[in-house]
C-alpha cells in the first residue's frame, strides 16, 4: 500500500490524497445506517488526467475504487465496502458550457446541483435545471447515476438520468470515453440518434465506470410560481387526484406527503402542485384548470383545497426543500433513513398503507410521501424514518423499519430505488436469470479486474 500510495501522491499531490485515521474514518459511513466501512486511503483528483492515472493504477494493482459525489446517497453507496481507494469528486465542479439556444449544460462530475442552480441565476436567469429534494452539495454525476428526480420530473423529463444529453466516463481500465452526440461532433445537445451507450453507467452505482462530465437539459424558467395544495382523507383517492392534476398539464411539479405533524395534517394527505407562470393572468389559469379537475370531490365535501399560510407555501416553494432533510432533527441523534422506491401510480395506497404499519408496529415517527415522474407514469414513494445515532435500540428500529420498507415496496410491484447491499440482493433475487446474465457480462467486459465498488450489484 505504501508503494501505491506514493504513486497516488505523485499524480495528484500530497495536499489531495490523505490515509489519516480521521479522514478514513470520515469517508468510512454515510448519514444512514449502513455499516463503516474503512477505505485504505482517500484521494481527490483535479483532472480527467488524474482519473484516468489512477484506475489505470488500480486496475494494475487490483486495488478497489469508490467514485463518491456529495456523499448523501444515505444507502452506503459509497461507503467502501471493500476497503480500497474512495475517490472524492468534488474538486472537479466546473460549470464547462452553457447552450442558451440549445438549452442544455456541460458540467464536471463534482459539481453540486446548488453550483449550477447558483451559476444559472447569475449568467442565464432565463433558464434553470431541475433541482432534487437534497442538500445543494449533492452533485449532479451522483444524482443522475442513481436514476435521481426533482421539481421538473413531472412536467419536463422524467427521472434526471432521462435528462442526460452526453456523458463523459473514465473506465476501469483508464480508458476515456464520451456518450452522445459529444462523441461524434462537439456538441453535447443530445444521446439520439447514436447508440445509447449512457446506460451503461446509470443506475450501476459506480461499478462500471466513472462519469468525470455530465450534458444535462436546461428548462425555460418562468417569472413566477405558486402553490395549491389538495387535502384527501381517503387514501384511495390519491392515484385519481393525481391523475387529474397532471392530466391538465398545468402543474410543473406534483408531489404528495403524509407526516403526523403540523397537527392539520393528521389523517389526512396533502397532494401540492406547483404551478409557474409567466403572467398573472397565466397563473390565473391555470390554478383555474386544476381546481376544475378536482370539482366532483370538493362539491361532494368528500375533499377540498386548503390554503396554506404564507411561511408554508415558501417551504413549498423551495428547490430544493429543506423540510425533508430537517427531518434528521426530529429526534435527538440527528440521524434518519430515508427509503426510496418507485411503484406504479396506482400502488400508492398500499405503500401509504405499508410506511404507516411499519411506523404503528415498530413505534416510530415517519414521514411518507411521493414524487410524481412525467404523468403519472409513476412515482418515487419515500419512507422516511428518523433514528438516534447515538441509541442502538433507535437505530435497530430504524432498521427494522428500512427492510420492511424495501419488502412492501418489492409485493407491490415496485423496485427499492437507490438500494442498499441487502435490497440489491433482494432485487437480484427476482431478477429474469437472462438480464443477471447480461449483467454479468457487461461487467466483465468493463471491468476485468472487478475493481469498481465492489460488494454493490454482485451478481
Given at each position: 500500500m505504501s508503494d501505491i500510495y506514493s504513486e497516488i501522491e505523485r499524480i495528484v499531490g500530497g495536499n489531495n490524497v490523505s490515509r489519516s485515521?480521521?479522514?478514513?474514518?470520515?469517508?468510512?459511513?454515510?448519514q444512514g445506517l449502513q455499516r463503516p466501512h474503512d477505505p485504505d486511503c482517500v484521494?481527490?483528483?483535479?483532472t480527467v488526467q488524474d482519473v484516468q492515472e489512477i484506475l489505470r493504477l488500480a486496475n494494475r494493482e487490483k486495488m478497489p475504487v469508490v467514485p463518491m459525489g456529495g456523499g448523501l446517497v444515505l444507502s452506503g453507496l459509497s461507503i467502501p465496502q471493500r476497503g480500497g481507494i474512495v475517490m472524492d469528486m468534488k474538486r472537479m465542479n466546473r460549470v464547462l458550457e452553457v447552450n442558451e439556444a440549445c438549452r442544455y449544460a456541460v458540467v464536471e462530475a463534482g459539481t453540486g446541483t446548488g453550483m449550477l442552480k447558483a451559476y444559472l441565476e447569475r449568467h442565464h436567469?432565463?433558464?434553470k435545471s431541475s433541482m432534487p429534494d437534497a442538500p445543494p452539495i449533492a452533485t449532479i454525476?451522483?444524482?443522475?447515476?442513481?436514476?435521481?428526480?426533482g421539481h421538473l420530473s413531472q412536467s419536463e423529463g422524467g427521472f434526471h438520468s432521462e435528462m442526460v444529453t452526453g456523458l463523459e466516463v473514465v473506465l476501469p481500465t483508464g480508458e476515456l470515453v464520451r456518450l452522445g452526440s459529444c462523441s461524434t461532433v462537439p456538441g453535447w445537445f443530445s444521446r439520439a440518434p447514436l447508440p445509447d451507450l449512457a446506460g451503461l453507467f446509470l443506475g450501476w452505482n459506480g461499478t462500471t465506470g466513472i462519469i468525470t462530465k455530465v450534458g444535462i437539459k436546461l428548462y425555460p424558467k418562468p417569472a413566477m410560481s405558486d402553490v395549491v395544495a389538495f387535502m384527501t382523507e381517503d387514501l384511495d383517492t390519491l392515484p385519481d387526484v393525481i391523475g387529474r392534476i397532471t392530466g391538465t398539464e398545468m402543474a410543473e411539479d406534483v408531489a404528495m406527503m403524509i407526516a403526523p405533524k403540523p397537527d392539520m395534517f393528521r389523517g389526512f394527505q396533502l397532494t401540492a402542485a406547483t404551478v409557474t407562470a409567466n403572467s398573472k393572468d397565466e397563473m390565473k389559469m391555470r390554478i383555474a384548470v386544476i381546481r376544475e379537475s378536482l370539482r366532483e370531490y370538493y362539491e361532494r365535501k368528500e375533499a377540498g383545497f386548503a390554503p396554506i399560510p404564507p411561511a408554508m407555501k415558501e417551504k413549498l416553494s423551495e428547490q430544493p426543500q429543506k423540510t425533508l432533510t430537517g427531518f434528521a432533527d426530529v429526534l435527538k441523534g440527528g440521524g434518519f433513513e430515508y427509503v426510496g422506491g418507485i411503484i406504479p401510480t396506482d400502488k400508492i395506497p398500499g405503500a401509504a398503507r405499508s410506511g404507516l404499519e411499519i411506523a404503528e408496529r415498530m413505534g416510530i415517527t415517519y414521514s411518507l410521501g411521493a414524487r410524481v415522474i412525467g404523468r403519472a407514469h409513476c412515482v418515487m414513494f419515500f419512507f422516511a424514518y428518523p433514528f438516534n445515532r447515538a441509541d442502538e435500540r433507535s437505530m435497530e428500529q430504524a432498521g427494522s423499519a428500512l427492510e420492511q420498507a424495501n419488502m412492501a415496496i418489492l409485493s407491490l410491484g415496485g423496485i427499492p430505488w437507490k438500494a442498499e447491499v441487502p435490497a440489491q440482493e433482494l432485487?437480484?433475487?427476482?431478477m429474469d436469470p437472462a438480464t443477471k446474465d447480461l449483467m454479468v457480462k457487461i461487467k466483465n467486459t468493463l471491468d476485468p479486474n472487478g475493481i469498481m465498488n465492489p460488494g454493490n450489484w454482485e451478481v
Amino acid at each position: 500500500m505504501s508503494d501505491i500510495y506514493s504513486e497516488i501522491e505523485r499524480i495528484v499531490g500530497g495536499n489531495n490524497v490523505s490515509r489519516s485515521s480521521e479522514e478514513k474514518y470520515l469517508y468510512s459511513r454515510d448519514q444512514g445506517l449502513q455499516r463503516p466501512h474503512d477505505p485504505d486511503c482517500v484521494v481527490l483528483p483535479g483532472t480527467v488526467q488524474d482519473v484516468q492515472e489512477i484506475l489505470r493504477l488500480a486496475n494494475r494493482e487490483k486495488m478497489p475504487v469508490v467514485p463518491m459525489g456529495g456523499g448523501l446517497v444515505l444507502s452506503g453507496l459509497s461507503i467502501p465496502q471493500r476497503g480500497g481507494i474512495v475517490m472524492d469528486m468534488k474538486r472537479m465542479n466546473r460549470v464547462l458550457e452553457v447552450n442558451e439556444a440549445c438549452r442544455y449544460a456541460v458540467v464536471e462530475a463534482g459539481t453540486g446541483t446548488g453550483m449550477l442552480k447558483a451559476y444559472l441565476e447569475r449568467h442565464h436567469p432565463k433558464l434553470k435545471s431541475s433541482m432534487p429534494d437534497a442538500p445543494p452539495i449533492a452533485t449532479i454525476a451522483g444524482n443522475v447515476a442513481i436514476h435521481g428526480s426533482g421539481h421538473l420530473s413531472q412536467s419536463e423529463g422524467g427521472f434526471h438520468s432521462e435528462m442526460v444529453t452526453g456523458l463523459e466516463v473514465v473506465l476501469p481500465t483508464g480508458e476515456l470515453v464520451r456518450l452522445g452526440s459529444c462523441s461524434t461532433v462537439p456538441g453535447w445537445f443530445s444521446r439520439a440518434p447514436l447508440p445509447d451507450l449512457a446506460g451503461l453507467f446509470l443506475g450501476w452505482n459506480g461499478t462500471t465506470g466513472i462519469i468525470t462530465k455530465v450534458g444535462i437539459k436546461l428548462y425555460p424558467k418562468p417569472a413566477m410560481s405558486d402553490v395549491v395544495a389538495f387535502m384527501t382523507e381517503d387514501l384511495d383517492t390519491l392515484p385519481d387526484v393525481i391523475g387529474r392534476i397532471t392530466g391538465t398539464e398545468m402543474a410543473e411539479d406534483v408531489a404528495m406527503m403524509i407526516a403526523p405533524k403540523p397537527d392539520m395534517f393528521r389523517g389526512f394527505q396533502l397532494t401540492a402542485a406547483t404551478v409557474t407562470a409567466n403572467s398573472k393572468d397565466e397563473m390565473k389559469m391555470r390554478i383555474a384548470v386544476i381546481r376544475e379537475s378536482l370539482r366532483e370531490y370538493y362539491e361532494r365535501k368528500e375533499a377540498g383545497f386548503a390554503p396554506i399560510p404564507p411561511a408554508m407555501k415558501e417551504k413549498l416553494s423551495e428547490q430544493p426543500q429543506k423540510t425533508l432533510t430537517g427531518f434528521a432533527d426530529v429526534l435527538k441523534g440527528g440521524g434518519f433513513e430515508y427509503v426510496g422506491g418507485i411503484i406504479p401510480t396506482d400502488k400508492i395506497p398500499g405503500a401509504a398503507r405499508s410506511g404507516l404499519e411499519i411506523a404503528e408496529r415498530m413505534g416510530i415517527t415517519y414521514s411518507l410521501g411521493a414524487r410524481v415522474i412525467g404523468r403519472a407514469h409513476c412515482v418515487m414513494f419515500f419512507f422516511a424514518y428518523p433514528f438516534n445515532r447515538a441509541d442502538e435500540r433507535s437505530m435497530e428500529q430504524a432498521g427494522s423499519a428500512l427492510e420492511q420498507a424495501n419488502m412492501a415496496i418489492l409485493s407491490l410491484g415496485g423496485i427499492p430505488w437507490k438500494a442498499e447491499v441487502p435490497a440489491q440482493e433482494l432485487i437480484l433475487e427476482r431478477m429474469d436469470p437472462a438480464t443477471k446474465d447480461l449483467m454479468v457480462k457487461i461487467k466483465n467486459t468493463l471491468d476485468p479486474n472487478g475493481i469498481m465498488n465492489p460488494g454493490n450489484w454482485e451478481v
